[in-house]
């Protein structure tokens, strides 16, 4: 029985040392904040987020990133909210220029509860938002502004089926909450 309450002691304390280590924060984050998605660029056209003006008809959509890490270290948590859905993952900050505020960054396929809407267009565009969120590669901090984006190139074959097409850049611009 004494082992047994022992073994129980040893597992809580443990357990409360891997949350104090989950939430570290040994460096400075520089894109650790909750954004707001204010605008998309899709090639050459620029648009709001679901392509109509949202003047408080739907939820906002958001990205929180944190420092809190995985058990490894290396991810670092995400969260946000969608038209519809609330979503989770994980993400890495592989480089950052401090001095152009510059950096690559890689997101972990992301998780969301799985409710639906009525309508479709919210669906659409929820569905566009994750997908390309994903894809991000670089990122761009300038003036309490978040740039999300990634370059497709065609040639490739990641976007169309166009062999004479251009790169094709899609940027999220997100501004902290």
Do not use: H
Request: proline share 3%.
């Amino acid at each position: 029985m004494k082992y047994l309450i022992a073994s129980i002691a040893l597992l809580i304390v443990g357990c409360s040392n891997t949350r104090s280590v989950l939430n570290k924060n040994n460096y400075s984050n520089p894109i650790e904040s909750t954004w707001v998605l204010k605008s998309v660029l899709m090639g050459d056209a620029m648009d709001m987020p679901c392509g109509f003006s949202n003047e408080g008809k739907i939820k906002e959509m958001n990205l929180t990133l944190t420092s809190e890490k995985e058990i490894s270290g290396e991810k670092k948590k995400l969260f946000g909210q969608s038209t519809v859905n609330d979503f989770m993952g994980w993400y890495t900050i592989l480089s950052f220029d401090e001095k152009t505020k510059t950096g690559k960054i890689k997101f972990e396929p992301l998780v969301s509860t799985k409710m639906a809407s009525e309508n479709t267009t919210l669906m659409e565009c929820e569905n566009r938002y994750l997908s390309y969120l994903e894809k991000m590669v670089d990122f761009k901090i300038e003036d309490e502004k978040l740039q999300l984006s990634i370059t497709l190139n065609p040639l490739n074959g990641n976007v169309g089926k166009d062999p004479f097409a251009e790169n094709y850049k899609i940027c999220f611009y997100l501004i902290k909450k």
